[in-house]
């Protein structure tokens, strides 16, 4: 290929949107020539007049919110919870030894098997889905987070105590710092995971919500409205996704970069 | 079996940091017990650059590590100013073998940092930082993070981070061992300097014997594994020193033959110890 070409630059990002053009137009056209069936796979067209509908009717903001709000708060909870209890793990490896096989253990199960439990105890409101979105974070920034506490440098940790640092000033200045990049991939991932969280438990039961109407589309045979439902998740989990990378270039200035 | 070149020197200075028969013991990750430092004692005098030298895992980061308190000696005292010390004394600066700079703090962060573990406020110590960073020869890089800086820099600002503190004692645990030559040569000349300046107590470990004779007053010379006191020599060379031309000095290669006659069996000791190549057959 010629140097000219490879040399225009076209962002990352508008590759992507690119690509996904791309895809629909395909999906499009062979719908259009009547090789894909809209009763099972439906159609860009549709999905888009869908969506439209959806978003003139206050739909998207009413349950989009919901679930956005549900899967905020667990990824607050979860994460703060998680956090904490990686540095009290950290720091009293005793306890870390009699629990985590216990914390292994639960991770291990399929937290939808929660499901009819976290009903029955918060309710079918937005309680029993922010309990199950914090629950699936929760395992993410604990493993995470305690793999950075017990990856943290010992060298750093004898300088600051040299210095004549006590426990709380070497945690402030090393440990937690040292942890940061292990906070932000925990991010990254508890992102998803609490969103999945929060759609996890609207399918369990529930009235409102992204969970709910796909739940409830599917129910009815109404494919489009599913693959709407889907399109805006995708949507909603990127541009989540393009936040915490964007915050992640800001913190970690300090850190050398691979490219 | 302690061999003394000449007895002029700090010996008639106050004691500053002493050993007595420190013992140390490692229990490694197979098991085995590893005897790291064997029955060392030794007196370091106030104002003194001493050097202690040994071949690679001889024990002499294992004493360093002893003397300021970050291991526990199985048997032993640590005397500082005449009183035993236990655990962390204030009194120690100690630049590690590592690096040990925090790579999420800015040079100036990284030279205020004992400063702030102190509690002194933000003004003060950004001012008493500032100061050190210029004398280092780092104007121009306040605000850069270590990954942006030289190897020869970063040893600039760990100097740097350590005299912030003003300890009275120094600790330098092979501090320019990765450096290129050239570099290592500044980097020592203004150890001398600052030593001068300061009148700082200096322990300064290597495994180059040249490095040892230019800088110190003192050599000790620690056995392979398990680290003993094997010989002390005082290094005659006339002060201030120049660490580029030093080597010329009528009396420094004499020096050199002198030691590195006793080094070099523990250089042949220690490589039995590692094992030999096989003979290709
Ligand atoms: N934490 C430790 N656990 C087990 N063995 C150790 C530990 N630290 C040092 N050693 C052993 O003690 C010996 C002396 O180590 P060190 O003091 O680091 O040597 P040097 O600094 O002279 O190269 C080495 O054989 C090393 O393997
Ligand atoms: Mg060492």
């Known amino acids: ?259 | 079996m302690t061999s003394i070149i000449n007895l002029q020197s700090k010996s008639e200075n106050k004691i500053k940091l002493a050993l007595k028969n420190i013992t140390v013991t490692f229990s490694s990750s197979n098991g085995h017990q590893v005897l790291a430092v064997n029955d060392v004692s030794l007196d370091v005098y106030e104002q003194e650059f001493i050097a202690l030298i040994g071949t690679s895992g001889c024990g002499k980061s294992t004493l360093l590590n002893v003397m300021a308190g970050l291991i526990t000696a199985d048997s032993g005292q640590v005397l500082i100013d005449g009183v035993e010390t236990v655990g962390i004394n204030p009194k120690i600066g100690y630049m590690s073998q590592l690096d040990s700079l925090l790579p999420w703090a800015t040079v100036m962060d990284n030279v205020a940092l004992g400063l702030e573990l102190r509690g002194i406020s933000k003004k003060e110590r950004r001012a008493m930082a500032r100061e050190l960073i210029v004398r280092m020869g780092l104007t121009g890089f306040e605000y850069s993070y270590p990954h942006e800086l030289s190897g020869g820099m970063k040893k600039r600002v760990t100097i740097a981070r350590v005299l912030a503190i003003d300890p009275e004692i120094l600790f330098m645990d092979e501090p320019f061992g990765p450096l290129d030559a050239f570099t290592k040569e500044i980097l020592q000349d203004d150890i001398l300097k600052i030593w001068h300046e300061t009148k700082k107590t200096i322990v300064y470990v290597t495994h180059d014997l040249s490095e040892a004779i230019s800088l110190a007053d003192r050599v000790v010379l620690i056995s392979s594994r398990p680290g003993k006191v094997k010989a002390e020599y005082n290094i005659p060379l006339p002060r201030p020193r120049n660490v580029m031309d030093i080597k010329f000095d009528a009396n420094y290669v004499d020096i050199e033959k002198t030691i590195w006659l006793q080094l070099k069996e523990e250089v042949i000791k220690g490589k039995e110890g590692i094992g030999h190549v096989s003979k290709i057959s």
Request: charge should be positive; include cysteine; charged fraction near 15%.
């Open chain 1, 1 to 259: 290929m010629s140097a000219k070409f490879r040399n225009i630059r076209i962002p990352a990002l508008i590759q992507t949107v690119l690509l996904v053009m791309a895809l629909f137009l395909i999906w499009e056209l062979a719908t259009r020539a009547g090789k894909v069936d809209t009763f099972f796979f439906s159609s860009p067209n549709l999905i888009g007049n869908d969506i439209v509908k959806m978003w003139t009717s206050g739909d998207i903001s009413k349950h989009v919110g919901i679930t956005f709000k549900e899967a905020f708060y667990g990824l607050i909870y979860g994460g703060v919870f998680g956090t904490l209890c990686a540095f009290i793990f950290g720091m009293n490896k005793k306890l870390h030894n009699i629990l985590f096989p216990i914390i292994v253990g639960m991770n291990g199960l399929p937290k939808l098997a929660l499901g009819p439990l976290l009903i029955f105890w918060f309710g079918i409101g937005i309680e029993s889905k922010i309990v199950m979105s914090a629950v699936m974070v929760f395992f993410i920034f604990l493993f995470n987070i305690y793999a950075g506490y017990c990856n943290v440098d010992v060298t750093l940790i004898n300088a600051v105590r040299m210095m004549g640092g006590n426990q709380w000033q070497i945690i402030r200045k090393v440990i937690w710092p040292s942890c940061i990049p292990w906070f932000l991939v925990s991010l990254r991932t508890g992102l998803g995971m609490s969103i999945m969280g929060a759609i996890v438990g609207e399918y369990i039961g529930a009235n409102k919500g992204l969970g709910w109407m796909i739940q409830n589309a599917g129910g009815t045979y109404n494919i489009t409205r599913v693959i709407s439902c889907i399109v805006l998740l995708i949507i909603l989990m990127a541009s989540l996704d393009y936040f915490v990378k964007f915050l992640e270039k800001k913190i970690l200035r300090w850190r050398p970069t691979v490219d």
